[in-house]
């Protein structure tokens, strides 16, 4: 009979692979699968810039450059894969052809490749915002994405977070606290009350794990933030957080679009569009499951999280690049 442990053992083994895993998700989920036991990771990423950090942070990890949205070597690692995690995604950006060739060219030949190779267990990484009313080529893309993923016919958990931060966040709330500490005065469109539901994605990172320990099979499920904030407060947060002595200030709206409009003009890739000013804008609410329950992880409350975030004596001091 197999002992508990040996089964443990195992499980511990089995080669994991994240494409897209140098990102924000992917950065955090390495360092959680490390400190749950597991050893065989592999990461598939183009962004050299964030995989040297991920390689000096866990240089006991495979991590290779892999261009996803066109075939190739990084291919031969899924012929003995046992689990993958769907996380390549372009966020941000002005060009449509960037968003199509990260969010869906490469959705393609990854699932064609499980496919092809020994069905690898899959968790594919989608997003609450195919569910906005927004529009805007990370929506459009993401639910082209998400729609591929169910009609691949491929049996997996699809899990749809919200807006999330954490270790390694070099956009949302990780930039907003790089640029308060920046500027003098922080200014916020119009009154600053834009709801938000913020997820933590160490909170995140547990549920992907959740997934694979226990072998959730289907389902769609909607990972949102437990807490509902304003915009306003949240940077009121990040301002508790990080001490710092910033002013904020409320500008119209209509000046902090063209201001986002000008800082376009001289930035090929802009930390903040005028197509995520109008998302922010859009009144978004999305549904609350009891995902804690559900997957049978701790749920963090935010003031916690965010301290944790910027003030975590391991991780909170790296950066990744756009």
């Known amino acids: 009979m197999t002992s508990t442990k040996e089964t443990a053992d195992c499980i511990m083994k089995h080669k994991i692979i994240l494409p897209g895993g140098a990102g924000l998700v992917g950065q955090n989920l390495v360092a959680r699968l490390k400190g749950k036991g597991y050893k065989n990771i592999v990461v598939l990423d183009k962004h050299k810039a964030n995989i040297k950090i991920l390689k000096t942070v866990h240089p006991d990890i495979t991590v290779e450059f892999a261009d996803l949205a066109n075939t190739g070597e990084w291919q031969r690692h899924f012929s003995d894969a046992d689990i993958v995690v769907m996380l390549q995604a372009q966020i941000g950006g002005n ?19 499980i496919k092809s190779s020994n069905n690898p267990y899959l968790v594919h990484i989608s997003s609450s915002v195919v569910e906005s009313v927004a529009e805007d080529y990370y929506t459009d893309t993401k639910k082209i994405q998400e729609k591929m993923v169910v009609d691949s016919g491929i049996m997996c958990p699809i899990l749809r977070p919200t807006l999330m931060f954490g270790w390694f966040d070099r956009k949302h709330l990780g930039w907003l606290s790089r640029f308060m500490k920046r500027v003098p005065v ?59 002595k910033t002013f904020i200030a409320k500008i119209p709206y209509s000046l902090f679009y063209l201001l986002i409009w000008a800082w376009s003009l001289f930035d090929k890739n802009p930390p903040f569009t005028t197509q995520q000013l109008a998302a922010l804008s859009a009144k978004d609410e999305f549904e609350v499951i009891d995902w804690p329950k559900i997957f049978g992880v701790n749920y963090t409350k935010f003031s916690d999280a965010i301290n944790e975030t910027f003030n975590d004596p391991t991780y909170s001091k790296i950066v990744l690049e756009f």
């Open 95 to 113: 060009d449509y052809q960037e968003f199509v060739q990260n969010n869906v060219d490469s959705t393609r030949h990854i699932l064609e490749t």
């Open 186 to 244: 922080f200014p916020i469109p119009g009154n600053g009350r834009y709801m938000r539901q913020p997820l933590y994605v160490g909170d995140f990172c547990n549920v992907i794990i959740s997934c694979i320990q226990n072998r959730v099979q289907g389902g769609i499920y909607n990972i949102s933030g437990h807490e509902k904030i304003d915009y306003i407060d949240i940077i009121r947060e990040i301002k508790r957080a990080t001490k710092s």
